[in-house]
C-alpha cells in the first residue's frame, strides 16, 4: 500500500472557521483526556468554554495568530499562537493549542501549521517559540521533537487525597 500524499496546507483563520475549530478544539479536548495529565491541562491551561467566544477573541488580538490546517479542502486541524513577554524582557511566540484530527495526521497538515506558526513568530521578531505538551502524549512529544524543540521544564503534580487518582 502507498504512502498517503502529503498535501496538508495552513492558513489564516477567519470568522467562518470559528465554528469548526471550536468543534476541533472541543475534539482535542476528548482525544487530551486519554493522556497523562490531559485531566490538569483542562483544569488548568485550556481555553474554556464557549470555546467561539475565546476563537472570536484571539482571531482579533493583534498578538495572536489562530491557524487552520486544510486536507482535500476540509478544515481537519487548527494551532493557536500569543505573543507573550518573558521575565527577562524577551518576547516569545507561545503555542497554547495545535491539533489535527487522526483521521488526517501524517498528511502534511501539522507540519504546515507548524510553518505557519514559525513564520508568524519571525514576522513578529520574537525570540523563541515554546508549546505545551502532554507528558503521556508521545506523539505530539515526537512531532515537537522533529522541529528541535526540546524540553526545558516539567511540571510535576499530585492529589493530596491518595484515594483519588493523580
Not at 4 to 12: F, H, I, M, Q, Y
Not at 32 to 60: K, N, Q, S
Not at 155 to 161: A, G, M, N, Y
Request: glycine share 8%.
Amino acid at each position: 500500500m502507498g504512502e498517503r500524499p502529503k498535501e496538508g496546507t495552513a492558513r489564516l483563520a477567519h470568522s467562518g472557521d470559528i465554528e469548526a475549530v471550536a468543534e476541533l478544539a472541543r475534539e482535542a479536548r476528548r482525544e487530551a483526556r486519554e493522556y497523562r495529565g490531559g485531566d490538569r491541562w483542562m483544569a488548568t491551561e485550556a481555553a474554556l468554554e464557549p470555546l467561539e467566544d475565546c476563537l472570536d477573541g484571539l482571531v482579533a488580538d493583534p498578538g495572536a495568530v489562530v491557524l487552520v490546517g486544510v486536507w482535500e479542502d476540509a478544515v481537519v486541524g487548527y494551532s493557536w499562537a500569543r505573543r507573550v513577554v518573558r521575565q527577562d524582557g524577551s518576547p516569545i511566540a507561545r503555542i497554547e493549542e495545535l491539533f489535527v484530527t487522526p483521521q488526517a495526521r501524517s498528511v502534511g497538515v501539522g507540519e504546515s501549521l507548524f510553518g505557519a506558526l514559525m513564520q508568524w513568530a519571525r514576522e513578529q521578531e520574537l525570540a523563541a517559540i515554546d508549546a505545551f505538551v502532554l507528558p503521556g502524549h508521545r506523539e505530539a512529544k515526537n512531532f515537537f521533537e522533529t522541529f528541535k524543540m526540546t524540553a526545558h521544564a516539567l511540571i510535576v503534580h499530585t492529589r493530596l487525597d491518595p484515594d483519588e487518582e493523580a
